[in-house]
């Protein structure tokens, strides 16, 4: 009976030793292991991180060094008038504004402006290659319409000055609708046709 007792102790101190020497291992030996692989991980995640906005700064500054591409320059100062063009923006920013134009008319000139001197007198032009479409219209609309219209019109892909806005007399009530004469100048350049390889579309 003691002897079976004392194998019985001997396996249950065997076991319990066992269990002792495979949780030393594990927190000795796999613990560090699996924090340092999770700090690890986490260092990759902050390097790719790092990366990441690395070549967004490469690219930003790629594309500021670069200047515009042909494309935009052609949209901002095509080679010809494009009247059509300017008719389809015109449009657009009627139906995004809910304002009505009317009196459209369009004053192509096949001279290079002359620029104003100091005492009133017309000078050479500072770009000699440079057309210039004159547009007057009529705009109707609540004040806050043709406000966010002319902000349209200022802010199109196209080189486009606004000359003189008209208002008149306000109405107290500024939710009422106004109609607002407007002149504004388009720009063309013709000269630059020999450095395109493909004319924009749509006119």
Known sequence: MAKSNNTQTAVLGGTVTLFLGLFAFYFLLQLPSTDKVTKQTAEIAALEKQVQLLNAKVAEKQKETTGPSMKEVQAALPLWDNVEQLTLDLSQIKSQTNVTMSSIAYNVSDKAPAAQSADGTKKT???????????????????????????????????????????????????????????????????????????????
Request: aromatic fraction near 10%; hydrophobic fraction near 40%; proline fraction near 6%.
């Open 125 to 203: 032009a500072t770009y000699p290659n440079v057309r210039e479409i004159k547009v007057t219209m009529s705009v109707l609309g609540t004040f806050q319409d043709v406000t966010a219209a002319l902000t349209q019109l200022h802010n199109l892909p196209r080189l486009v000055t606004v000359d003189t806005v008209n208002y008149g007399n306000l109405p107290k009530d500024l939710t009422r609708k106004i109609s607002v004469n407007v002149s504004f100048t388009a720009f063309f350049d013709p000269s630059y046709k020999a450095k395109v390889d493909k004319v924009e579309s749509p006119f």
